[in-house]
């Protein structure tokens, strides 16, 4: 079956620990993306990337940090400098020719920092 | 102002009734809407997208979008249990290489048996 997985599903960190949070997609889709989910927030960008090796900074991508080595992955890190990491962390992609930006989501990961 | 206003709820309503979700807008370059329903603890998934102003309709579900008071609805027909999530609006524009959606908050909606 073709779809976005992201691990883990619940992560729970120290202060001052970085954590790596997993994507991988089996979409064959070029872009893929990284929002943040707060309650009453709604879904806010913080990387996107539209090809291998190459990805922008979204509208909160401080104390944040990704790469993209290979299409079907892009891993999120969540550095010690994000002052407020608890969030519910939802992973996407899509592909390029369509006329709009349908992105197809993964289940999410939910980070607590304690 | 924000881009893109969405009445979070939450929104409780009886089985079997309809239900509006709305969202407006601020960016007159927004092209293409979209609806997204978003179990708990899930992720987001695709409901219904709209290019420029119009209807459309997909079984219980019809999305309109008034481009010159930049406002769009989700109208919910005979509403079920089921149908009990968070509705997200979300917008875009096409061309280029702009793959950025702009989301609303969401609005959280009980469909009470």
């Known amino acids: 079956d073709g779809g976005i997985t992201q691990s883990p599903k619940y992560l729970f960190r120290k202060e001052g620990q970085n954590v790596t949070l997993s994507c991988e997609q089996n979409?064959?889709?070029?872009?893929m993306y990284w929002y943040r989910q707060d309650p009453g927030q709604g879904l806010r960008l913080i990387y996107y990337s539209q090809i291998v090796n190459d990805f922008q900074k979204g509208d909160i991508a401080e104390g944040y940090s990704v790469s993209r080595e290979k299409k079907e992955s892009f891993p999120l890190t969540v550095t010690s400098a994000q002052k407020n990491p608890t969030a519910f962390y939802l992973c996407?992609?899509?592909?390029?020719?369509?006329?709009?930006?349908?992105?197809?989501f993964g289940p999410g990961t939910r980070l607590t920092v304690l | 102002q924000k881009e893109v206003e969405q009445d979070p709820g939450p929104l409780s309503v009886p089985e079997g009734a309809i239900v509006s979700l709305n969202c407006t807008y601020s960016?007159?370059?927004?092209?293409?809407f979209m609806w997204y329903r978003q179990y708990s603890r899930k992720g987001p998934e695709l409901l219904m997208y709209t290019y420029s102003s119009g209807n459309k309709e997909d079984g219980r579900f019809t999305a309109q979008v008034d481009k010159s008071s930049k406002y769009i609805s989700l109208f919910i027909r005979d509403s079920q249990p089921s149908d009990s999530a968070t509705y997200l609006c979300a917008m875009s524009w096409s061309g280029g290489s702009n793959y950025k959606l702009t989301f609303g908050k969401g609005t959280l909606l009980t469909v009470n048996p």
């Open positions: 960016n007159s370059a927004f092209q293409y």
């Open positions: 996407a992609s899509s592909t390029q020719g369509y006329p709009y930006n349908e992105q197809f």
């Open positions: 979409l064959n889709h070029d872009a």
